[in-house]
C-alpha cells in the first residue's frame, strides 16, 4: 500500500482508473447483453434504476453499520437474489 502512496501521481492516478473503472466497465457490458435480449425494455431498466438506489442506500448506510457489517448486507443481498432467481425460474 505505501509503494502505492509513494508512487507518481499520474501512476497513481492509472491505478485509481484501473481499479475503479474496471467493475463499472464490465457491469455496464453485463446489463448492456441482458438489456438488449428483454422485451419489456421499461421493465428493466427501471430494475436497473432501482436497484442502483437501493445500492446506494446500503452504501450509504455503512457510516451507521460500519463496512464489516456491510460486507454480511451484501451477502444476505445475494443470497436473497439467488433464491429468488431460482424460485422463478422453476416451474
Wanted: proline share 3%; charged share 10%.
Amino acid at each position: 500500500m505505501q509503494s502505492i502512496l509513494s508512487a507518481h501521481v499520474a501512476a497513481r492516478l492509472l491505478l485509481s482508473i484501473l481499479f475503479v473503472g474496471t467493475p463499472i466497465f464490465f457491469a455496464s457490458i453485463c446489463f448492456a447483453l441482458v438489456f438488449r435480449d428483454e422485451p419489456a425494455t421499461d421493465v428493466a431498466f427501471g430494475w436497473n434504476v432501482l436497484g442502483a438506489v437501493v445500492g446506494g442506500l446500503i452504501e450509504f448506510s455503512s457510516m451507521a453499520i460500519g463496512l464489516k457489517a456491510l460486507t454480511l448486507v451484501a451477502l444476505a443481498s445475494y443470497l436473497i437474489a439467488v433464491s429468488k432467481r431460482r424460485t422463478l425460474s422453476t416451474p
